[in-house]
């Protein structure tokens, strides 16, 4: 079956722009993790969802960063005004239930901030 | 906080050589382990799991053991292959649906 995607799959902006990445998980599946993967930080938690409410949005470094899922299923990530320091691959990962362990990822935006 | 520590890599080995990454935990209850891999230019994929003490997680004859009294969960080739060369990440949940927290990541090179 399909796997997790995400659009688009690269994606360069200049400082200061808002931008939007999006995430669609596996059919069926109730849980959805945001990561960022970048030089020097790793592998970093960003936010789960738990349908369509986030229960754990501490990984979000600022104000800056937000996300939503709508429908249980497809979720957007917002960059508002965006900073060189935001730049690495994002990763979509998801469940498909709550207390399932294994997290399905999807392949990445890479984030390049001019 | 929790946290996963690897080894430091890169790792280069020629084929068939006995791989062996290590990872050790600090958490504050009772985490599952994860060995997840990243082929070049590919995702990130669960390659084995352990989710309680002395559990053995195996796949692909990777294996890794969930050591509680050492907090480690080394990961283990008898005979590393060419196909084998990818990014590996150790990784923890606190508890089943919760955040994974990953270590550093270990680049493996295998020559052949």
């Known amino acids: 079956g399909a796997g997790v995607s995400q659009s688009p799959s690269n994606k360069v902006t200049e400082k200061g722009k808002d931008v939007e990445l999006r995430c669609d998980p596996i059919s069926g599946h109730t849980a959805l993790y945001w990561y960022r993967q970048s030089l020097g930080q790793g592998l970093e938690f960003l936010i789960y969802f738990q349908g369509n409410s986030a229960p754990d949005k501490s990984g979000l470094p600022s104000d800056r960063f937000s996300a939503e899922r709508t429908g249980g299923s497809v979720s957007t990530l917002t960059i508002q005004r965006t900073q060189q320091e935001d730049s690495a691959v994002y990763l979509c990962?998801?469940?498909?239930?709550?207390?399932?362990?294994?997290?399905?990822f999807g392949p990445g935006t890479r984030l390049t901030v001019l | 906080g929790d946290s996963v520590t690897q080894m430091e890599g890169p790792v280069t080995l020629s084929e068939e050589a006995f791989l062996t990454i290590n990872c050790t935990y600090t958490?504050?209850?009772?985490?599952?382990l994860f060995w997840y891999v990243q082929y070049p230019g590919e995702g990130l994929q669960l390659l084995l799991k352990a989710t309680k003490a002395d559990d053995k997680g195996s796949n692909k004859g990777f294996e890794a053991t969930y050591r509680k009294e050492t907090t480690s969960f080394h990961l283990e080739k008898g005979s590393v292959q060419v196909s084998d060369s990818a990014v590996y990440f150790c990784?923890?949940?606190?508890?089943?649906?919760?955040?994974?927290?990953f270590g550093e990541g270990t680049q493996l090179t295998v020559n052949p």
């Open positions: 990962a998801s469940s498909p239930k709550s207390g399932y362990n294994e997290q399905f």
């Open positions: 958490a504050t209850g009772y985490p599952s």
């Open positions: 990784a923890l949940s606190e508890t089943s649906g919760s955040r994974l927290t």
